[in-house]
């Protein structure tokens, strides 16, 4: 299918003129699935245009919003780039503050948000924000002057074309999520989202599709794959309500696609071994052999007859009816925004489902690679894509660092989908991209001799142990999130003899635990049979490791790293100095006494 536009408004202008009566989104109702056509949608885009030219909206200003995925979201980012304007998106979980700062550094003009009590906090701040001139509420009754539905009203009618946009015209300023200080603010051209929605339609075949969103439009991953992507294949976007939904809605949408973050995988690869865990002895052996009957075959190797039967049955009792919670028609996945297991890979795999997973960040709009249909290598982020260019530079890492293997550096990368920049931030645009057009990722891998990409960790995020040994946590930490009794881990080392860890408890598994083994307690964090139960899960979790990234202690914690009380961002990303700040003393505390 060819997607090529010149900015996004040309690729919805064709989306509503190919696919005009074909379903664009649905919204969950009493009654099921509502769906708006792509020619319904395209309408309400041009109303919502015209009047944010009766706003006064125009090129190079900014519209912000800060709502959770719905049609609205989608007919606001639309129409501000009709007008030449740049799309500031935030997220519903950040705090106020954060929406301050932000619509500040970007110097938004209008802010449109979901719910009235946003509203109220914002207009309450506008002596403090000079150049923001209305703050519009999307679920305002009609009526109201200050609402999305007067907006369209006042636009209904009037005839407001889109400005003529070359493709270096800024179309989104997307803030990073903030790990460590301030976030900063992506540039993002017309041409860096059409270059990379252009490059991933030529390595996946979509066409005739239906999705369910639950990926945030704010993030770049969930804004380019599952929005701008989707909309240039004509493809039917359901759009998840609430998180505690997702399965529930699987099952009515019954995508054929989904874009997806390791975090689903995850526990859906813990639920599923829970499960199994709790049957009969046969029946465990059944799903553990089936499993490796599924992984041969899929390796392209012949199956015995007993490895036959043992696939057919674990597919009858459990791989079938994993596939079912996942709507049953899934032709494939694609998970990125984080490294997926290898482990976990292998079994969704196994059951079933094919997966894909890529590589890429907000500075490149976001995807920089990805294992596609015909180009795939386990336990890689694939091939760049088409017309992106990889390279790895080792001159900026330590003499140390030369133990991670021959081509292990900084992955720097080259393309149309570079950002502009940080708005307002030469120094920190100088510092990440480089000096002939490439930007630097912060990310360490190696390329192997067919092109596929490997990514080990983030240089920020390494830290030397006490004898001089380098640990890139984040693999660490999603090995130990696949035991079904741990929801969070901090893996934790920083000049000290050995790692520790911060682990949260899943308490739900756990309780459950205790019922089956017959144990009471008030705390389960205090509880020594918990201890010995986790100290043996990390054991078992660290098997594989090398010998000095084993955690020798740990503590565990009932408070979960939450984007609501500071220590994950608006991305699901751990902030990590926040973590490490707020548990310092127990942190070291775990280096005064044995494990």
């Known amino acids: 299918m060819n997607v090529t536009a010149q900015n996004l408004v040309q690729l919805a202008e064709r989306a509503v003129r190919e696919f005009g009566d074909q379903p664009a989104f649905g919204t969950r109702t009493p009654r099921g699935f509502e769906w708006t056509s792509y020619r319904s949608w395209g309408r309400l885009v041009d109303e919502c245009r015209a009047g944010l030219a009766?706003?006064?909206v125009g090129p190079g200003d900014r519209v912000s919003v800060v709502a959770k995925n719905r049609v609205e979201w989608a007919v606001i980012a639309y129409a501000t780039y009709g007008r030449g304007a740049a799309l500031v998106p935030m997220y519903e979980a950040q705090r106020p503050e954060e929406w301050r700062y932000i619509l500040n550094d970007s110097g938004a003009k209008v802010v449109f948000v979901?719910?009235?009590e946003m509203a109220v906090a914002l207009r309450a701040d506008l002596p403090s924000l000079p150049s923001l001139a209305r703050v519009i509420t999307i679920d305002a009754?009609?009526?109201e002057d200050e609402s999305y539905t007067t907006l369209l009203e006042r636009g209904r009618g009037n005839s407001n074309?889109?400005?003529?946009?070359?493709?270096?015209?800024?179309?989104?300023?997307?803030y990073t999520s903030g790990t460590t200080g301030r976030p900063k603010g992506v540039l993002l051209s017309h041409e860096n989202y059409c270059s990379n929605v252009a490059a991933i339609h030529e390595v996946?075949?979509?066409?005739?599709d239906t999705t369910l969103s639950f990926l945030p439009w704010a993030h770049a991953f969930g804004q380019t794959a599952d929005l701008h992507a989707m909309i240039a294949a004509g493809t039917a976007i359901a759009l998840n309500d609430e998180v505690a939904n997702l399965i529930e809605n699987l099952a009515l949408v019954r995508p054929t696609l989904l874009v997806a973050v390791p975090r689903i995988f995850n526990r859906l690869y813990e639920r599923v071994h829970q499960t199994v865990a709790t049957k009969p002895m046969p029946i465990r052996g059944l799903f553990h052999a089936g499993l490796r009957a599924a992984l041969r075959r899929r390796a392209g190797e012949p199956l015995s007859l007993p490895e036959r039967l043992a696939h057919a049955g674990a597919d009858a009792l459990v791989f079938r009816k994993t596939r079912r919670r996942l709507g049953g028609r899934l032709r494939f996945v694609v998970s990125g925004s984080a490294a997926l297991g290898r482990e976990v890979a292998e079994f969704v795999e196994a059951i079933g489902v094919t997966i894909y997973e890529g590589y890429g960040l907000t500075e490149t709009s976001p995807v920089v690679s990805a294992n596609a249909p015909g180009r795939c290598r386990a336990g890689s982020v694939g091939r760049p894509l088409p017309g992106v260019r990889v390279e790895i530079d080792?001159?900026?890492?330590?003499e140390e660092r030369a133990a991670d293997g021959p081509g292990v550096g900084e992955i720097v990368v080259y393309g149309p989908n570079v950002m502009r920049g940080y708005h307002g931030n030469p120094a920190a645009t100088s510092e990440r991209l480089t000096a002939d057009g490439g930007c630097r990722t912060g990310d360490l891998g190696f390329i192997d001799e067919d092109g596929f990409l490997f990514v080990s960790g983030r240089i920020t995020e390494q830290y030397k142990l006490e004898n001089g040994k380098f640990v890139v946590p984040s693999p660490l930490e999603e090995d130990l999130k696949l035991s079904a009794y741990i929801t969070n881990a901090l893996v934790y080392g920083i000049n000290r003899p050995h790692n520790v860890a911060l682990v949260v408890l899943d308490l739900s598994a756990v309780q459950r635990y205790a019922g089956e083994a017959g144990v009471a307690f008030d705390d389960a964090c205090a509880s020594?049979?918990?201890h010995a139960l986790i100290t043996a899960e990390i054991e078992a979790r660290c098997a594989g490791w090398r010998s000095y990234e084993r955690i020798r202690n740990f503590r565990l914690i009932n408070e979960d790293f939450t984007a609501e009380n500071g220590l994950l961002t608006?991305?699901?990303k751990v902030r990590r100095e926040r973590v490490v700040a707020r548990y310092a003393a127990a942190l070291d505390a775990l280096y005064a006494k044995p494990g």
Request: aromatic share 2%; proline share 8%.
């Open 161 to 174: 074309a889109p400005e003529h946009l070359t493709s270096d015209v800024i179309a989104g300023v997307i």
């Open 114 to 116: 979901g719910r009235s």
């Open 570 to 572: 608006p991305s699901m």
């Open 54 to 56: 009766a706003l006064g």
């Open 528 to 530: 020594p049979e918990v």
């Open 204 to 208: 996946f075949a979509v066409a005739g």
């Open 141 to 143: 009754s009609a009526g």
């Open 394 to 398: 080792r001159t900026a890492l330590s």
